[in-house]
């Protein structure tokens, strides 16, 4: 198994955490249900633009092994478009809260830096 | 005027992100031919730094769409 595949499965596992904890705070804490749900929303849809973009990034890698000259995009504009379609959902239902669900779209990639350097530095010891 | 401040954000974080990761991948992919042995490494910092890069633009792009829309 290489470093990448350990991160990503990593922050999957932590990913799956926070969303748990948030199913069981949007379950047990009725006031605050549209922040949990749109937490949800926002960490689903970040965790696909995680996974998404390390298919992505193992195929440049292997384009590169390989030589091929074929022309390959980091798919920039479906992760976008996936952030974007998140904040329509949000806007238009009331119960979603539109900031919680823009935060949720970035917890996985912002988990990606600890997560790296925990690796880094079991590597080094 | 609110429809300018969005493009206008919107243009200016893809034009950082697409400037950064094309300088991420472009010196990844020549190490990588370099030394197809280190890729492991190599593919690793990549992913890191794309993903830490394009952080960027996709919350310009949200906080445009909320700009336009609120």
Known sequence: MNDLTSIVGAVTRISYLIMAALFLGWAVYPEFRPEFAGGILGMTAGLFNFRFLSLKVRQVAQMAVDNHDKRLSFGFITRLCIGVLIAAVAIKLEQVSLGAAVAGLFIPQMLTIPVSIVFSLRNNQ | ?70
Request: proline residues 3%; glycine residues 12%.
């Open chain 2, 1 to 70: 005027m609110e429809y300018l401040a969005a493009a206008i954000a919107v243009g200016l974080g893809a034009l950082g992100a697409g400037l950064g990761n094309g300088m991420i991948v472009s010196r990844t992919v020549e190490s990588i031919a370099r030394q197809p042995e280190a890729r492991g490494q190599l593919q690793t910092t990549m992913f890191i730094g794309v993903g830490i890069v394009e952080v960027i633009p996709l919350a310009a792009t949200v906080i445009a769409f909320l700009i336009m829309f609120s």
